[in-house]
């Protein structure tokens, strides 16, 4: 008989219909606050997230300076909570992302922020949560409710939203198409097998995910849930940074995957993973252009900014199958709750 499904499991599984709901549903609400960011008009970017979230921000973080060519720079939360420092924001649009909508310090954050001139917008799971009633738009993600601790559907509807939010500010139709084809893509993704895996990680204590460009955010993101979930150290570095002193720890017993996305940075990843192969690390890397590296499965979407996508949803279902493979629960990993409300 087989096992009950894990909430992680079910959860990554209705990624597709809960994006395909997020585009659908809150359409409307990402035009207008897309076209609320065009008239202000702004001269920067600005970002207030923690965990996941942040891992989300880092990706809108790429995807803004490579659409719309303005810097973004992360705000500490505590900035304004601990500290009650007031930033001069005029001028800019703080981007605010938390699943629950509750935490004190991105929500005292948000407000900071508004009150020092700039235009905020909430990217949320919880429609009237506090941060939602604190920015002047809010983005309900509409990924449903998430049991797992492992968060995964509301990661992916957060950064589907903040890249729809840019399209629609900058007017960028190709991107709108490439976002409204990533339900499918998804469904693809999370049939790829990445078990393969498996082997070179029993016995070892660590994990190397490399990234660069957009696919570096998700390379945070999935270290994170490997701690998570696992119960095994993960450490996500940039595809170019690794080779300076993270190459010190790299060898037989020490693992690495190689998240490339089909955008500018392939050949560099592929070339970093090529390379720590060739000091005889286990290396995986998810692209055709490797010689030595295992080649993973992988989706492509046909545009360098959602292609990073589907790589979080096959990663998710090793996650939650290795995770199950140790003999552990995904859905209760230690010391861990749902929601953590800093302060």
């Avoid at 996305?261 to 490797?290: N, Q, Y």
Wanted: glycine share 8%; aromatic share 4%; charged share 20%.
């Amino acid at each position: 008989m087989n096992a009950p499904k894990t909430h992680m499991r079910r959860e990554i599984e209705e990624i597709p219909d809960a994006t395909a709901r997020l585009l659908d549903s809150s359409g409307a609400v990402l035009s207008e606050a897309g076209r609320g960011i065009r008239q202000h008009e702004p001269q920067f970017i600005v970002t207030v997230a923690r965990g996941s979230s942040d891992h989300a921000a880092t990706f809108m973080k790429y995807a803004v300076e490579l659409t719309a060519g303005l810097a973004v720079a992360s705000v500490g939360p505590s900035i304004a909570s601990i500290y009650g420092t007031k930033l001069r924001l005029r001028g800019s649009a703080c981007l605010a992302i938390s699943q629950s909508g509750k935490s004190p310090d991105i929500v005292a954050m948000a407000e900071a922020a508004k009150a020092g001139g700039a235009l905020t917008v909430a990217i949320t799971n919880t429609a009237d949560s506090p941060l939602a009633r604190a920015s002047d738009h809010a983005i309900d993600i509409l990924a449903g409710p998430e049991r797992s601790v492992a968060a995964t559907k509301t990661f992916v509807n957060s950064a589907v939203a903040g890249l729809a939010l840019m399209a629609h500010a900058t007017g960028d139709t190709a991107l709108l198409e490439a976002l409204a084809r990533l339900p499918e893509h998804f469904r693809k993704a999370i049939a790829c097998d990445w078990m393969g895996l498996a082997g070179a990680l029993e016995k070892r204590q660590s994990l190397f995910i490399l990234g660069r460009g957009p696919s570096f955010a998700i390379a945070s993101e999935a270290a994170l849930k490997f701690k998570e979930t696992c119960g095994m150290h993960a450490e996500a570095f940039s595809a170019a940074e690794v080779m300076h002193g993270p190459l010190a720890l790299v060898g037989p017993d020490f693992p690495v995957l190689a998240l490339a996305a089909r955008d500018a940075s392939e050949p560099s990843v592929a070339e970093a993973a090529d390379a720590l192969s060739g000091k005889g690390a286990p290396v995986f890397v998810t692209s055709g252009l490797a010689t030595s590296a295992v080649r993973l499965p992988h989706v492509a979407t046909g545009h360098p900014l959602t292609d990073p996508l589907p790589l979080i949803v096959s990663f998710y279902m090793f996650a939650e199958a290795f995770a199950r493979h140790r003999g552990l629960d995904p859905d209760t990993p230690p010391n861990l709750r749902k929601v953590t409300e800093t302060v």
